[in-house]
């Protein structure tokens, strides 16, 4: 499996942005797919996650301000991002596993990150 994370940028404070994370690769048919931040000297964290039967969660700060979700047909998960704040500064990545607890645990495939600066 590959993954691979795109739509990153610099953006101003309460700006959007849209990230994409394309999948190739076997795919099985019940998987999940999340997002995690990693910020500059902080741990990675898990900001929103997807399965295959439609289950979403958000972590609690991005809640209201990011959606994520998924075409199916297109392998590819979507993270978009609004009302966006300097504290979602960070580099993006994608996660991929069979489960949505594999995907928590940070297990499976890893893409290479998208970069996302908010700043004025």
């Known amino acids: 499996v590959q993954l691979q994370a795109s739509g990153g940028g610099l953006v101003q404070p309460g700006g959007s942005l849209r990230l994409s994370c394309g999948v190739s690769?076997?795919?099985?048919?019940?998987?999940?797919v999340g997002w995690y931040r990693q910020a500059p000297g902080k741990q990675r964290e898990l900001v929103a996650s997807i399965s295959s039967g439609g289950i979403i969660n958000y972590v609690n700060s991005v809640k209201g301000r990011f959606t994520i979700s998924r075409d199916n047909d297109k392998n590819t998960v979507y993270l978009q991002m609004n009302s966006l704040k300097s504290e979602d500064t960070g580099v993006y990545l994608c996660?991929?596993?069979?489960?949505?607890?594999?995907?928590?645990?940070?297990?499976?495939?890893w893409g290479k990150g998208t970069q996302v600066t908010v700043s004025s």
């Open positions: 996660n991929w596993d069979r489960s949505l607890r594999g995907v928590e645990a940070g297990r499976g495939y």
């Open positions: 690769g076997i795919i099985f048919s019940v998987n999940a």
